[in-house]
């Protein structure tokens, strides 16, 4: 069991491209949240899916950011026309069940530089 | 809104002394707390967690207390290692899946 797998480790982007970051959740684990960490900042709460629906995305920006969790594959936070501001490191997380008890499995997280 | 803060930044301690980490919280509806550590380049990691009809939960060097008339939790790891040098979240949540998190305390511990 390979843990939660995020990839790239890294990415750099222009401002105005566009800015793809994948999660694959562990084995049998069906809810996927994504947080974003800014420089010198706590872990902000951005959306939570389950498979094939977003339950909650309260936490992201209106504008730009979309994420999705298809029946196959892996999850993914797309940002459209990035801009310096979302430079942050965006970390996805999961969990077998929706328990707040035992706390999410998390990945090493995406680094997003924009230039 | 920060409802789950951090006021301390980082933390340094003497290898074999009690670290405490504080956090304190202005959401009385939160049901459970949490506590994690991340190290550089990595994500964090859960350590432990409480429910908010307890007021201490202890898993091995790691007990977390809590106390809701002051809105407050605390974590203690005894004896501290070199190893528990790390960014220790606390973070809390209302049942559901919506989980906040404070800022971060960084710790350090020196042989």
């Known amino acids: 069991n390979a843990g939660v797998m995020q990839n790239p480790r890294h990415l750099v982007r222009r401002r105005g491209q566009e800015a793809r970051l994948r999660c694959s959740p562990m084995?049998?684990?069906?809810?996927v949240y994504w947080y974003r960490q800014l420089p010198e900042e706590g872990l902000k709460f951005m959306v939570y899916?389950?498979?094939?629906?977003?339950?909650?995305e309260s936490g992201m920006p209106k504008e730009r950011f979309s994420a999705e969790f298809p029946k196959e594959g892996p999850s993914i936070l797309r940002i459209q026309q990035v801009v310096r501001g979302d430079s942050a490191a965006y970390f996805c997380?999961?969990?077998?069940?929706?328990?707040?008890?035992?706390?999410?499995?998390f990945g090493s997280g995406t680094r997003l530089t924009v230039v | 809104d920060q409802q789950v803060k951090q006021n301390s930044p980082s933390l340094s301690v003497q290898e074999g002394r009690i670290s405490i980490l504080n956090c304190d919280y202005t959401n009385s509806m939160f049901d459970y707390f949490l506590w994690y550590k991340k190290y550089p380049a990595e994500g964090p990691t859960f350590l432990i967690s409480?429910?908010?009809?307890?007021d201490k939960n202890e898993d091995g060097r790691f007990t977390v207390f809590l106390n809701k008339s002051a809105k407050h939790l605390s974590l203690h790891i005894v004896p501290s290692q070199p190893g528990d040098s790390a960014v220790y979240f606390c973070?809390?949540?209302?049942?559901?899946?919506?989980?906040?998190f404070g800022a971060g305390t960084r710790l350090f511990v020196k042989a």
């Open positions: 409480i429910s908010s009809i307890k």
């Open positions: 997380a999961s969990s077998p069940r929706d328990s707040p008890v035992y706390g999410y499995t």
């Open positions: 084995k049998g684990h069906s809810h």
């Open positions: 899916l389950q498979k094939e629906n977003i339950i909650d």
């Open positions: 973070a809390a949540n209302t049942g559901g899946f919506k989980t906040i």
